[in-house]
Every structure is written in structure tokens, then in C-alpha cells.
């Protein structure tokens, strides 16, 4: 079956980078964007970005402009997003999700990975 | 960019009630709006896409209706299992593809 595996929980200084994996199996990884969305505690979702694995190019929510990489490694089925100069407020769980999408229908999210929580703390 | 609003922001019911969430955006965004359920500690899970379009494998007590800028969720007979937040997000305007801020729903 489809699925995204994450990789685990980290923990972070304010200023300092953090990497999160992604992981997908169960179809071709090269035909479906992968998007990143975060969730803050309490918050609703909020979305950061996309990443076409297939060419690698990215689209980024101005909120990140500057301080979010979106990268992927085909041979892997791996995805994969950095988040530079963290703040106590980049705490969150961050998911990535795989995009379906047909014109003139719409688009979604299915399935969802689950989730790597990132703390920024001093 | 285009906000969502849902409404109410939490709300309680009893197994076999019929519940409706409603959720507004800020411009017309046709029918690209899709409906997710979240349970604590797990990620959301989509059950409706497209306004109106049930996601495979979710039970049929889930109906989505509406377009433009005005759309509904409505469980026609509310289970145990139904509990948790449910989120809209419109994908019409990218980007960004936002969300709605949630509805907390509780099983009295």
C-alpha cells in the first residue's frame, strides 16, 4: 500500500537547521508531488511547500521564502525538507503528504505521513 | 490569499445525531475543497475530496455538498469512532493551499 515513513523526533536550538526525511513506498515516486505541511500544538495544519520528485523543482509558502530546502533523492523514494534559523515558534510536528490530483476535479492529500516532531527549544 | 473559516470551532453531540461543519472561503474557490479528520496524536485523514467526492474506504455516513464559497460536512448518524477535528482546505488558489483553523468535535 502507499505509504510515507518519516523520520524520527528532533531537537533543536534556536538559530540552528534541522532536516526531516520522507520516505515512499508503494507507488512510482517520481509521479506524484510531495507537499510538507507543519502543525503547531492546538494549531490547524499550515502549508509550506511542494516538491515535484520527478524534476526536483519546489514551491515554497512566502512565510518560508529564504529559510526552507526542499530536496529529493530518486533512487531512495526519499524526500526531503531543511528548515534553517529556527525559532521556539518553528515548533511542530511537520508531515509530508502526497498530492493526487486530476484537472478540472481537484486536488488533495492522500496519504499523509506520521509526522516527525521538531522542538525548538534553548 | 484565500482564508478559510470554519464554523462552529467545536461542538458536542450524541452517538446517532446528525452533525454539520460548515466552512466559508474568503473567495469563490468552485469546488476545490477537501475535508480531512484528525484524531489526537495521528495525522489527519482525508475523507472528501472535491466538495462532494466520498475518499475510498470511508463509510458513507460522510457527505460533503457545496461550492463556490459556502461548504458543508454533514454525518448523517454520528459514531463513537467520528470524534476528534476535522479540517477544510481549499486547493483552487496555490499558493497557498490553507487550511481552515478546525473544528473540535466531542461525543457527549
Known amino acids: 500500500q502507499v505509504q510515507l515513513v518519516q523520520s524520527g523526533a528532533e531537537v533543536k536550538k534556536p538559530g540552528a537547521s534541522v532536516k526531516v526525511s520522507c520516505k515512499a513506498s508503494?507507488?512510482?515516486?517520481?509521479?506524484?508531488?510531495l507537499h510538507w505541511v507543519r502543525q503547531a500544538p492546538g494549531q490547524g495544519p499550515e502549508w509550506m511547500g511542494w516538491?515535484?520528485?520527478?524534476?526536483?523543482?519546489?514551491n515554497f509558502a512566502q512565510n518560508f521564502q529564504g529559510r526552507v530546502t526542499m530536496t529529493r533523492d530518486t533512487s531512495i523514494s526519499t524526500a526531503y525538507l531543511e528548515l534553517s534559523r529556527l525559532r521556539s515558534d518553528d515548533t511542530a510536528i511537520y508531515y509530508c503528504?502526497?498530492?493526487?490530483?486530476?484537472?478540472?476535479?481537484?486536488?488533495?492529500?492522500?496519504?499523509w505521513g506520521q509526522g516527525t516532531l521538531v522542538t525548538v527549544s534553548s | 490569499d484565500i482564508q478559510m473559516t470554519q464554523f462552529p470551532s467545536s461542538l458536542s453531540a450524541f452517538v446517532g445525531d446528525r452533525v454539520t461543519i460548515t466552512c466559508r472561503a474568503s473567495q469563490s474557490i468552485r469546488s476545490y475543497l477537501n475535508w480531512y479528520h484528525q484524531k489526537p496524536g495521528k495525522a489527519p485523514k482525508l475523507l472528501i475530496y472535491a466538495a462532494s467526492r466520498l475518499q475510498s474506504g470511508v463509510p458513507s455516513r460522510f457527505t460533503g455538498s457545496g461550492s463556490g464559497t459556502d461548504f458543508t460536512l454533514t454525518i448523517s448518524s454520528l459514531q463513537p469512532e467520528d470524534f476528534g477535528t476535522y479540517y477544510c482546505?481549499?486547493?483552487?488558489?496555490?499558493?497557498?493551499?490553507?487550511f481552515g483553523q478546525g473544528t473540535k468535535l466531542e461525543i457527549k
Open positions: 482546505q481549499q486547493t483552487f488558489s496555490t499558493p497557498p493551499y490553507s
Open positions: 508503494g507507488y512510482p515516486f517520481t509521479d506524484y508531488f
Open positions: 503528504v502526497r498530492e493526487k490530483s486530476i484537472i478540472e476535479v481537484g486536488t488533495w492529500f492522500d496519504p
Open positions: 516538491i515535484n520528485p520527478n524534476r526536483g523543482g519546489t
